[in-house]
Each structure stands twice: as structure tokens, then as C-alpha cells.
């Protein structure tokens, strides 16, 4: 059990006495189901939110606060100490990513893994951006010294599903741009931190990081409604993000950065190699039991092949193992979000009201912290499977015949972020994939939707995404160009 009861405000790990709240697993550690008690984290009110918003306005200090003015390789020494302190705790935090949100051993050890590489691949990046601002340009008789500088004060909330690297996608970025950050840990994923504080507490200066616990809705928005902070920056829901934009009383001051909903779709033509295509397609559709931004939605096929793809495909789906985290060869693992099972037997129950089949033995079967993934066939417009974003295991198919028929659904999607084509023949692929760019972020070629490299643009359109995250592009996110402009050079 982790009883978490310190916070970290402007440099020091406050204890709390006040009351707290239970953090507990949807798996169960008897053989008779029960939530199994992790930890407990602070119930932080406002008055420690506003605690901490001071102490990240005040290590700001208006830009000229020691880490904003930070030297570049202080600033990088400070991030190489906590990634070292982080690197010794790589056996609690993937222990803790299999309990709180259910993620396999492989990939929860990949969740770590990435997230170091990201913060030293971070520093690299960082340090290119060091050399590219040393440059002087001149144009038109003027010189000008370019250079990238902080925004202010950071709000940071990151997701569920990748409560360590998504979070951490946001702030290692913001917090190397000389920016001063708040982070309040996502619900589930809460404790992964708590092996961290001391690591952030000892390797940056006072209130540049700050770290809340407590309801979003208790500690986010009187942070917001103070109008202090200059970037919400938010992995998650759109309407958490609305939310919180409008509680900003000058919210056109706001910069954001916001990683999204999405509705990505597989289309597989008529030509596509169909092994390949359902090997991509059951990964992009169940990996993490599809609670992944990234996350094949919803799986278009030509009716040429589509019988041949439900069988074969329903068939792989039906294979896959469920189990605990640590089971080998688990492939679905219970469900974090106790309501979840409940929400996917609601879109089910719809689809089958109009009209779809479940076309998977397993498919819809429950137990107490899962539902299997069913496979649901045919799957049209008016069905809440063809208009919400899942976030879990059902999986709808569509036949088309006319390729105008998912690309015209992509066009009125709300979300943009990224699209799997599966064919073979070039001459098809090329303007279709012309087209798609312009109605999604990123084309994946007979593979299955993923953000990673992670130094490939991750982001969206429409209601997907606000700005860019990468490891080049999140640095420009959390930063502004500034110049120096003079007649000598
Ligand atoms: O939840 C959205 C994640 O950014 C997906 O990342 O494609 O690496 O699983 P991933």
C-alpha cells in the first residue's frame, strides 16, 4: 500500500492530515472479486491549488525567476539528475502501471522505457535548439538573434491510459523551456508519481514543479479562474479541456496544447493483403483493450472481402488471451474504469437494436472488471458505436463499396488525428493517400495507427488536437520565438 501524504509545493513536500481518498485496482488479489485497496492519495482543496499556483507564479517571477533565467546547461543538469533518480524506480512505477490501469508487463515496461527515452531525447533536442538560437541572421539590413523563450505557467493534465509517458510527454517539454508547471496525476495512475516526488523535489528549483492531488474539478479550476496560468496543457477529454479553457477569464491569452479524441479508421481495399491487414488491425483495435487515443475505431472494408475478414478477423479476436497484467501471453487485461464494461455493453445492446450482429463467440461476454471485445457487423451511422469515441473494447465494421463512402464519414468526423489504409496497388494508394492527409495528421500505410517514433508529429485536426507533440515539436509547443532585431551586428 502507498498512503501518499505529501504534495509538493514551491519546493517542499507539504504533509497532509487532512483527508484523503482510496485508490484501488479493478483487479482483484482473492479468487472471490474484489477491488483490491492500492493507496490513498490527498483530497487537495483550493486553498492548496492556489498554494501551489502561487508558488509556480512566483518561481516564474514574471520571466525572471532563477529557472526561467536558467543557463541552458544548468537547466539540462537538472533534468539529467531527476532522469537518473527516475531510472532507479523502474521496477516500482511498472508494478504500479499494471495495477492502477492494467496495462500488460510488456507494456508497461515499454511505458517506462519510452518515457526515459523521451526525456533524454528531450535534452538533445533541447540542446540543438541551444545551438540553432546562437545563430544571427540578417535580412534586409537587419540582424536579428532568434531564440525560443518560456510561456509563464503551465497547467498539466495528463491521461489514464499512459499516466507516466503522455503526462510526462507535456511536461518534460514545458518544464525545459523554462516554464513553471503545475501537474495534478490522472485518476488512475495517481500513485506511479508518488515514487517521483522526491526525485522532482531534489532536482529542480522551488515552484518550477508543483504537484497536486485531489478532484480535477476542486484543484483545476480555481487555478484557472485565477487567470495566472498561460498554457492548459491537457492529454484527455475535450470536454475537461473546454471546461477548464472557459474558466480562464482571459481565455483568447491562453496558449493550449491538447491531445485529444479520436475516431480513427482502418480502411482495407479491396486488394489489401488480408494477413497483414488483420494482423495491424487486431493489434490497432485491442492493444491496452483499445483504450489508446491512437486506437483503430472503427474498421472499414470492401465488400469484396468483407465475409472473408469478419471470419478470419472475429476468429483472431476470439484467440486472444485475457488476463492479469503479468500473465504471459495476456493480450486483454481488466478494465481501470469500474463503469467501462457497462458503457461498451450499452453501445453493443445499441448496435444490436439496429440491426448489427456480434460476429464473435466471446464477443460482449463480461465479468466483473472486463468485457470481451465484440466484433460488430454491420455497423451504420445511426448506431452510438459509429458516433462515440469507444475508448475500450468493441470493435464495429463497415463494408464500402465506394471509397467516397469512408471518406466522406472521415469529412464529417468531429476528429482528425490519423487513418490506417491497407492496399497494394500504388496507383490507387497515391491520391487516396493525397486525400487522406488532408482529413487526417498521419497515414499509416498498411500498418495500424500509433503515435510513436516519437519524434514523428503527433497531433490532429478538427477536435483531436490543439498544437504539436513530439520530441521536436513539443518543445516549440511550450515555447515563443523572441528577437532581438538591430542595425549592428
Ligand atoms: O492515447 C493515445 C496515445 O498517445 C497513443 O499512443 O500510439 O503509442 O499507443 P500509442
Not at 516554464?179 to 500513485?191: D, E
Not at 457497462?342 to 450482429?357: P, R, T, V
Not at 503515435?451 to 490543439?466: E, H, I, L
Request: charged residues 25%; contains cysteine.
Amino acid at each position: 500500500l502507498i498512503h501518499q501524504n505529501s504534495y509538493l509545493v514551491d519546493g517542499e513536500l507539504k504533509p497532509w492530515s487532512g483527508d484523503s481518498s482510496e485508490v484501488y485496482s479493478t483487479i482483484s488479489s482473492t479468487e472471490i472479486y474484489k477491488p483490491t485497496l492500492l493507496g490513498t492519495i490527498p483530497t487537495l482543496g483550493e486553498k492548496e491549488a492556489l498554494e501551489a499556483l502561487d508558488a509556480a507564479v512566483n518561481a516564474y517571477d514574471k520571466g525572471q525567476g532563477l529557472w526561467p533565467t536558467m543557463k541552458v546547461k544548468n537547466r539540462i543538469e537538472c533534468m539529467e539528475k531527476f532522469v537518473t533518480q527516475m531510472k532507479t524506480k523502474r521496477e516500482e512505477i511498472v508494478k504500479l502501471l499494471m495495477w492502477e490501469i492494467g496495462k500488460t508487463l510488456p507494456d508497461s515496461e515499454k511505458e517506462f522505457d519510452r518515457t526515459v527515452d523521451y526525456i533524454y531525447d528531450t535534452i538533445e533536442e533541447y540542446k540543438q535548439l541551444d545551438r540553432d538560437n546562437a545563430k544571427f541572421e540578417k535580412n534586409d539590413g537587419v540582424y536579428a538573434h532568434i531564440r525560443r523563450g518560456p510561456l509563464g505557467v503551465v497547467l498539466c493534465l495528463g491521461p489514464y491510459n499512459y499516466p507516466l509517458n503522455e503526462t510526462f510527454a507535456l511536461l518534460i517539454p514545458a518544464l525545459i523551456m523554462g516554464n513553471t508547471v503545475i501537474f495534478k496525476p490522472a485518476k488512475y495512475g495517481v500513485l506511479l508519481i508518488s515514487p517521483l516526488l522526491e526525485a522532482f523535489q531534489s532536482s529542480f528549483p522551488k515552484g518550477a514543479v508543483n504537484i497536486l492531488y485531489g478532484r480535477g474539478r476542486t484543484v483545476a479550476t480555481p487555478i484557472m479562474q485565477s487567470g495566472k496560468v498561460d498554457v492548459l496543457a491537457l492529454i484527455g477529454n475535450s470536454k475537461s479541456a473546454n471546461a477548464l479553457q472557459n474558466q480562464h477569464p482571459k481565455s483568447n491569452r491562453l496558449r493550449l496544447v491538447l491531445g485529444l479524441e479520436a475516431k480513427n479508421p482502418a480502411i482495407v481495399l479491396a486488394d489489401a493483403d488480408l494477413d497483414l491487414a488483420i494482423d495491424e488491425c487486431i493489434a490497432g483495435t485491442t492493444s491496452f483493450n483499445g483504450q489508446r487515443c491512437t486506437a483503430l475505431k472503427i474498421v472499414y472494408v470492401h465488400e469484396d472481402i468483407v465475409d472473408e475478414f469478419n471470419k478470419r478477423f472475429s476468429a483472431r479476436v476470439d484467440a486472444l488471451k485475457f488476463g492479469n497484467p503479468w500473465e504471459a501471453g495476456a493480450k486483454l487485461t481488466p478494465l481501470p474504469e469500474s463503469d467501462k464494461p457497462q458503457y461498451i455493453q450499452e453501445l453493443i445492446d445499441d448496435a444490436l437494436e439496429k440491426g448489427a450482429k456480434i460476429l464473435n463467440e466471446k464477443g460482449g461476454k463480461t465479468t466483473e472488471n472486463y468485457i470481451f471485445p465484440a466484433v460488430l457487423y454491420p455497423v451504420n451511422k445511426e448506431m452510438r458505436v459509429f458516433q462515440e469515441e469507444q475508448f475500450g473494447p468493441v470493435i464495429p465494421v463497415l463494408s464500402f463499396k465506394d471509397i467516397d463512402e469512408p471518406l466522406n464519414d472521415m469529412a464529417e468526423s468531429n476528429y482528425g488525428q490519423q487513418v490506417s489504409l491497407f492496399g497494394s496497388d500504388i496507383n490507387t494508394l497515391a491520391p487516396l493517400i493525397d486525400t487522406l492527409v488532408n482529413l487526417v495528421c498521419r497515414v499509416n500505410l498498411n500498418s495500424s495507427c500509433q503515435r510513436g517514433p516519437d519524434v514523428y508529429p503527433f497531433t490532429g485536426r478538427k477536435d483531436s488536437a490543439v498544437a504539436t507533440l513530439s520530441v521536436h515539436d513539443a518543445l516549440r509547443s511550450f515555447s515563443i520565438r523572441t528577437f532581438v532585431a538591430s542595425k549592428d551586428n
